[in-house]
């Protein structure tokens, strides 16, 4: 990434300050609102990491069975590990999975301690919860370890393959053969509506549908297998999931617990379209990132949803504004800027004159405005239409962008996109396509210089400024939190999400003012007991 | 590699040149092939991976394929291995069978497929308000990736839900939503149609459910005055709506696009003997 020595667009560096700093200003509210609540997924996720783990026999994890209880008796105001370290040290149950099991039949007392009891039980929660934190420094170590014998791919971009059978001891040998074919991350696309299962089912899965479920044992199976796929190419490959929807914090959580390396964490995709409440969103995001940021997790943005879903020429602006807003919502979390995955995408309508120079400006704009993050290059969706010809064709010029941008992370595009699910072939033909183009075109990074004040440079301006515009139009909103009120009233995509409103609302609490959790203390600490 | 017999079979006759404008209708044979360079040649390319290594005999097991495909004579112009076990071919050749256009039968759905934009423009212009969608997973059904595949703004197969049609105030209640829970809001919201999803039932449930359901709106409002019920899931059988008591069902595979455009069909059709 070297666009910082000679910037190849002609930003002016006020303007560029400017709209980090209205992003700064539009984000803030927001984060003072995550601050003052907790979430039932939130209080899950620091169970999770005292090391609750498991099912009941109607497959119900135990963590939500603790919590829901200790909401029942307490509520959660005072946060989970509090009454439930209290109830252990009163001697309700051996252990925490017995005290789970024991209060999923109502046969456990909580109570909200006092004194010098609030101060023990305090103590012993915040020493049983760094375990998990400790796994996950540990497994970073790992991590580290792994790359520094293996090596990272030779190439930027990356690249970035899709598996989704449904089925884990399927996806296991697809992805083992797509790394071997030339993937460098693999990315298990998750079942179609897990983002609204206020869970996390338990153990391997074998039936998903479009996509194969989250759960802590699938990943570890996954990691292991190409853990062994890494020590055979010499390049270790990394894993990716998805960290969204009502579960975000425990998902996080257990990605961190079992090494998986890059995670999709958008700070609004759930919000505009899942219609999940946009203030748990928040609190549930912010949590996760600040165990992405002590994972060594890079996240990934969502923003090629907004031109899915909006015209990309039109809507270009949003990706700008969004990747502004995810990168200060990042680095509050604690994350840095090598973890910033900020996504944009190849989705303006062919049939546009000059549609290619202006995907060069578009993603050249997000290159030199996160100079070190290593920005997700998306393929075209919108425009395949089951022509794979032109599909194909269109790939390459998608390629070709990344490849004259210095993209970080460059997701495969298929020309049998929303046609079938890849054939092998498909992938072979995919990937072929990759490697011609950076084996041919990777070096223009070297003589490619758009003129000042030429189509490039002046398109990319054009759409800074647009974003500032929609950044301020933002921050002027009425009301402690204007962020949310433009959420409430459809600024992104056509899309009215009021705070008040949408799916996991009713496990949003107001912490109290003796809100404890230790996870979050000592991920805001960085300490580790 | 001779010719075949069954070129002899070729309305080898070229097609009538279509005159200048206002000529009358060309005529067209019923017996085509497919085109490659010329009338009648037949030629079709495949692309296919059979699972051996690429050797001589799998390249003899691509021709074997494409004989029996009827492609005949085929030309393997392409084969590659794709890691030790796979390998992948392109094959030309020339189809042996016939297209008889008399036997093409189409299956029409009983509405056009419509845009968004025509979908907003016909709800805008022909019922000036906008269309009401109640939505909702009944019973104990959980799974709402068949409601939010129709109704969620992200869509399915690439097509956007129903919240992104600016004509069509959408309510998504979720899952395992009561019959008089959506009863109460279908008349709230004064819904024009209400769409319900049975994804994972055990036994008939989704049976019982979905009679279960009409019954109680047959019983909440005054005759005729209904709205429309519109029910979803990969386990009905095509054909039965009257038997459950609703307007109409949808399969496996649905997009957003084709709901719309039946809602647009029942609800705000452009009917012109309207008074009655």
Redesign the interface.
């Known amino acids: 990434m070297s666009s910082r020595a000679k910037p190849l667009l002609d930003l002016d560096p006020a303007t560029v300050r400017q709209a980090r700093a209205l992003a700064r200003k539009a984000g803030r509210p927001v984060v003072k609102l995550a601050q003052s609540h907790t979430t039932v997924s939130v209080e899950r996720a620091t169970l999770r990491l005292a090391g609750l783990s498991g099912a009941d026999h109607e497959r119900v994890p135990w963590v939500n069975h603790l919590v829901d209880a200790v909401r029942a008796e307490v509520g959660l105001e005072h946060g989970v590990t509090t009454p439930v370290y209290d109830a252990l040290r009163r001697g309700e149950a051996p252990d925490l999975l017995t005290l789970a099991q024991k209060a999923a039949s109502g046969s456990v007392q909580f109570r909200l301690p006092a004194g010098r009891e609030t101060t023990r039980a305090q103590a012993l929660a915040r020493r049983e919860v760094s375990r998990g934190i400790r796994t996950i420094d540990k497994q970073r170590a790992n991590r580290d370890r792994l790359i520094t014998r293996h090596g990272d791919p030779e190439q930027r971009p990356w690249i970035y393959l899709i598996v989704a059978t449904g089925d884990i001891y399927e996806d296991i040998p697809q992805a083992q053969?797509a790394a071997?074919?030339g993937a460098d991350i693999i990315a298990v696309i998750r079942s179609?509506?897990q983002s609204?299962?206020d869970y996390v089912p338990e153990g391997a899965t074998r039936e998903g549908?479009a996509g194969t479920y989250a759960t802590q044992e699938n990943f570890r199976l996954m990691r292991a297998a190409l853990d062994e796929t890494s020590k055979e190419l010499g390049r270790y490959i990394r894993l990716t999931n998805y960290a969204s929807g009502l579960c975000m914090p425990e998902i996080a959580t257990l990605a961190g617990l079992e090494r998986l390396d890059m995670m999709l964490n958008d700070s609004m995709y759930g919000i505009?379209?899942?219609?999940i409440n946009p203030i748990r969103t928040f609190v549930d995001q912010r949590f996760s990132r600040q165990i992405h940021a002590r994972a060594g997790i890079i996240i990934n943005t969502g923003e090629d949803?907004y031109l899915t879903?909006a015209d990309a020429v039109e809507a270009a602006h949003t990706v700008t504004v969004s990747q502004l807003l995810n990168e200060y919502f990042a680095k509050e979390a604690g994350l840095e800027d090598w973890q910033l995955g900020l996504g944009h995408a190849f989705e303006i309508n062919p049939e546009l004159p000059d549609s290619f120079r202006m995907e060069l400006a578009h993603a050249l704009l997000a290159r030199q405005l996160f100079p070190d993050a290593p920005l997700k290059w998306m393929p075209p969706?919108?425009h395949?239409t089951g022509d794979v010809f032109r599909g194909y064709l269109l790939d390459g010029f998608f390629n070709l962008v990344g490849a004259m941008t210095g993209q970080g992370i460059l997701l495969v595009g298929m020309m049998t996109e929303?046609v079938v699910t890849p054939?092998?072939?498909d992938r072979?033909l995919a990937l072929q396509n990759v490697r011609y183009v950076l084996n041919a075109a990777g070096g223009l990074t070297e003589d490619f210089h758009p003129p000042r004040d030429g189509f490039i440079q002046t398109r990319a301006r054009q759409v800074l400024g647009d974003a500032i515009d929609l950044l301020t139009d933002i921050t002027q909103e009425p009301g402690k939190a204007p962020l949310l009120e433009a959420i409430a009233d459809g600024t992104f995509?056509?899309?009215k999400r009021p705070a008040d409103r949408g799916?996991g609302l009713d496990g949003v609490v107001v912490r109290a003012d003796d809100y404890d959790n230790p996870a979050t203390t000592m991920l805001e600490e960085g300490s580790n007991r | 590699m001779s010719a075949s017999t069954t070129d002899s079979a070729m309305p080898l006759e070229p097609m009538p040149k279509a005159g200048k404008q206002g000529a009358p209708a060309k005529r067209q044979p019923d017996i085509i092939r497919p085109y490659g360079d010329t009338t009648g040649d037949g030629m079709v390319q495949v692309?296919?991976?059979l699972p051996v290594p690429h050797d001589k005999r799998a390249e003899g097991a691509a021709l074997q394929l494409a004989a029996k495909m009827g492609l005949e004579p085929a030309l393997l112009v392409h084969a590659?291995p794709?890691?030790p076990d796979?390998t992948?071919f392109v094959v030309y050749g020339s189809a042996k069978h016939l297209v008889d256009l008399r036997e093409v039968t189409v299956v029409e759905r009983e509405f056009p497929l419509l845009s968004p934009t025509e979908v907003n423009k016909a709800i805008k212009s022909r019922l000036r308000r906008k269309l009401v969608v109640v939505g909702a997973c009944i019973g104990t059904d959980?799974?709402?990736?068949g409601i939010?595949?129709i109704l969620?703004?992200?869509g399915f197969?690439?097509e956007?839900g129903l919240?992104?049609y600016?004509e069509v105030k959408v309510v998504?209640l979720?899952?395992q939503v009561l019959v008089p829970e959506l009863v109460e809001r279908a008349r709230a919201e004064k819904a024009d149609a209400v769409m319900v999803s049975q994804v994972v039932t055990q036994r008939d449930a989704h049976i019982h459910n979905t009679t279960t359901m009409s019954a109680a709106f047959r019983e909440a409002y005054p005759a005729g005055q209904v709205p429309l019920l519109v029910v979803g899931g990969p386990r009905f059988e095509e054909g039965s709506a009257p038997k459950l008591g609703v307007d109409r069902i949808f399969g496996r595979g649905t997009t957003p696009g084709e709901v719309a455009s039946y809602l647009v069909h029942a609800l705000a059709a452009p009917t012109t003997k309207e008074k009655a």
């Open positions: 053969n071997r074919e179609t509506g609204l299962l549908y505009l379209f899942r219609d949803n879903t969706t919108k395949m929303a054939f092998l072939s072979d995509g056509l899309m799916k | 692309s296919f991976t590659k794709m890691g796979f992948f959980a799974h709402t990736v939010d595949a969620n703004i992200k197969a690439g956007k919240e992104y600016r998504n979720g899952a």
